[in-house]
């Protein structure tokens, strides 16, 4: 009953948050606080640019774990970019380099649109496929966004962002691995032991984010064996971004998959 009451309530908190942090930073060139708080679950400012800085500088460091440099790219997809808390760091830094950046969110590529108009921006659906053609790029990173998709749809878009990376190109993601499954209760982290997976839903959430939208949480394993069905797994990096682990994959002409014994 408790939290029948609480939820509704959080939701109405949240609006009027919003508006109180709108209010207090009118000329701020940043996203309004209710899609600052979609990416982060926060409406301080400072925080999100924060943040989007640290993700910026940690792909740089993932790939450079494998050699690679984001210099050394032409065609970069931010795939689940939000509001552009990412890319507004990225692309000052590298600008002859081609951004685009896609996500479901109608509102915030609507924002982005207005005020980041260096970048490539689409919405896309739900499931795939994208608005991009074969072979469109040579980077993609799809940062918290695996994070969060259920095991169906993970499934559908593993094999999409593959169809577009060109031969030898990297897709970056991150993952819930076992720093973040120490927070689950022991039936919740058994579940995701047996599983190799794990999706949990949260109600306080509901109307704010999508019911598909949640938190997912994979075992090094099963994370490693889906993205290499598609791809071969170059690197799995616990920890590389904080609570979120990072795997880097390069799109082979032939052989798809690599054993789990050579992933570094």
């Given at each position: 009953m408790l939290r029948t009451a609480y939820y509704p309530?959080?939701?109405v908190l949240l609006s009027l948050r919003c508006w109180y942090a709108d209010l207090r930073h009118p000329h701020l060139q940043i996203p309004p606080a209710l899609l600052r708080y979609r990416v982060g679950e926060s409406t301080d400012p400072g925080l999100f640019l924060?943040?989007?800085e640290h993700i910026s500088q940690d792909i740089q460091a993932a790939l450079l774990r494998v050699d690679r440099r984001i210099a050394d790219f032409?065609?970069?997809l931010d795939f689940g970019c939000g509001c552009g808390r990412t890319l507004r760091w990225l692309t000052p830094q590298f600008p002859d380099a081609r951004f685009s950046g896609a996500d479901v969110d109608a509102e915030a590529i609507a924002w982005c649109r207005a005020h980041l108009p260096a970048v490539d921006w689409r919405v896309n659906a739900a499931v795939p496929p994208l608005p991009f053609a074969g072979h469109a790029f040579d980077l993609i990173y799809a940062v918290s966004v695996f994070t969060h998709l259920p095991a169906n749809l993970q499934n559908l878009w593993l094999p999409e962002l593959a169809r577009i990376l060109r031969p030898g190109g990297i897709l970056l993601l991150t993952v819930h691995g076992e720093r973040a499954s120490r927070q689950l209760d022991s039936a919740a982290a058994e579940?995701?032991?047996r599983e190799g997976f794990l999706f949990q839903t949260s109600a306080k959430?509901?109307?704010i984010l999508p019911e598909w939208y949640h938190t997912a949480f994979h075992t090094r394993e099963y994370a490693v064996s889906q993205v290499g069905a598609?791809?071969?797994v170059l690197a799995y990096i616990a920890g590389g971004m904080g609570d979120q682990d990072v795997i880097i994959a390069e799109r082979n002409c032939t052989v798809a998959c690599a054993p789990p014994d050579m992933v570094k």
């Open positions: 309530c959080f939701r924060a943040i989007g032409h065609s970069i579940s995701l032991r959430l509901r109307g598609h791809l071969r």
